[in-house]
């Protein structure tokens, strides 16, 4: 099993700022197939990156994915206050497709 | 546009069943597998299996063995996910998300369901 450790685990920024948020894969992900969540309170998750970089439909280009070997990053520019969630990296490279722990971008 | 829809939230006690649904639309129903997704309170995403809507194949991941059963009703683009002999610990949303094809990534997701195990 692909085991995802994502850091920080909580972030604190203030909206106009730039996040970098990790994802380390625990071995190499099958086709960089890395994908990246934002999940709002009480909300489902929303995907946002897919194949690692792929912005998904209707994503806005302030965000964007990116990998060097089993790191992955997210990166958001010009952080908005919609963009203060919890952020998930996932796999599906291999099964079990397996999930980060989650990364908290809260408001500074 | 595509949509999964779940049903309600439920309150069951220790040693009860629970069938939750998905229903889907905005495209073939059995052109795209379904995923299943728990979160439990406070925490993050375990992902439980997947089912072949085209056969009806699930699959299952470790931990979601026994007491838990994909199933679908390709007659109204309906997935079900059913709970037996319910424990405290399935206290959780779940979630059904569409497969993209060939590949699990997930999009879209339902808006989830609340299973809550109380005596």
């Known amino acids: 099993e692909i085991v995802l450790t994502q850091s920080p685990g909580t972030l604190s920024l203030s909206p106009g700022e730039g996040a970098t948020l990790s994802c380390r894969a625990s071995?190499?992900?099958?086709?960089?197939?890395l994908a990246w969540y934002r999940q709002r309170p009480g909300q489902p998750p929303r995907l946002l990156i897919f194949?690692?970089?792929i912005r998904a439909a209707g994503i806005p280009d302030r965000f964007s994915g990116s990998e060097s070997g089993t790191d992955f990053t997210l990166t958001i520019s010009r952080l908005e206050p919609e963009d203060f969630a919890v952020y998930y990296c996932?796999?599906?490279?291999?099964?079990?497709?397996?999930f980060g722990q989650g990364t908290n971008l809260e408001i500074k | 546009q595509v949509q999964l829809v779940q049903s309600g939230s439920e309150l069951k006690k220790p040693g009860a069943s629970v069938k939750v649904s998905c229903k889907a639309s905005?495209?073939?129903?059995?052109?795209?597998?379904m995923n299943w997704v728990r979160q439990a309170p406070g925490q993050g995403l375990e992902w439980m299996g997947w089912?072949?809507?085209?056969?009806?194949?699930?699959t299952y991941a470790q931990g979601f063995t026994g007491r838990f059963v994909f199933s679908l009703d390709t007659s109204v683009s309906t997935t079900y996910l059913q709970i037996s002999s319910l424990k405290a610990e399935d206290t959780a949303v779940y979630y059904c998300?569409?497969?993209?094809?060939?590949?699990?990534?997930?999009?879209?997701w339902g808006q989830g369901t609340l299973v809550t195990v109380s005596s």
């Open positions: 194949h690692a970089s």
């Open positions: 071995q190499s992900v099958s086709s960089s197939y």
């Open positions: 996932q796999q599906y490279g291999s099964s079990p497709y397996t």
């Open positions: 089912i072949n809507t085209n056969t009806g194949t699930p």
């Open positions: 905005g495209y073939t129903f059995t052109n795209y597998a």
């Open positions: 998300a569409r497969a993209q094809g060939s590949v699990n990534f997930f999009d879209p």
